[in-house]
Structures are given as C-alpha cells and as structure tokens.
C-alpha cells in the first residue's frame, strides 16, 4: 500500500497533531478562563475549579485519543480499502474521536461536580 493513502494520512496526521497539541496543552495550560486558549465549554467555564480541572483531564485524554487515532491509521497497512473509501473512513473516525473526547470531558466534569456551583 502506498503511504499516501487516505485511510494512513488523515488519522495518523490528526493522531500526531492531537498528541502535539494535547501535550502542549497539558505543559502550558491556560491559568484563567478565557475565550482563546483551553478546552472551552460551558461547563468547564463556570468557575476557576472547573477551568483548571478541565484543562488538565482534557489534555490528557486528546493525548490518548490521538495515540488511537494514529493506531487506526497503521490499520491502513492491512486494510486496503479504496481512496474514496479510506477517506470516508479516516475522516469519519477523526469525527467521531472528536465527539468521543468532548463526551468523555463533559461526563467527568458533571460527575466530578455538582450542580451546586
């Protein structure tokens, strides 16, 4: 299989950059709730608990989940779809590996605290 094929260069690529910018995020996190930099949401925004908690476990998890991304796109060795095919499939785990580590982040951070504050 040729290494420029769709299914090994859009998930290894998008592995490698949430890994970069996960551990960038993990050494340098944001110190105060802004509007520019850090994992950004509602409920990570509420207070400066939520915010420094948020960073941190976000930080780690793009980590891993970027390292699984980058497993899938080895996968491209064995499975040799066609281009049209492998890109559907590598952009449709980039989604979905977005939507799995917003999920992950907000569930921790309800169950870590109360809706009190």
Known sequence: ???DHPLLIIPFS???IFIVVGFIMYKFPPKEINGLYGYRTSASMKNQ???DFAQVYSSKEMMKMGGLQCLVGLIAFVYQPSEKTGTLIGLGIMILVTILLFIKVE???KSKFSKKD
Do not use: A, Q, Y
């Open 1 to 3: 299989m040729p290494t």
């Open 14 to 16: 998008v592995g490698l």
């Open 49 to 51: 608990e939520r915010w």
């Open 107 to 109: 569930k921790k951070i």
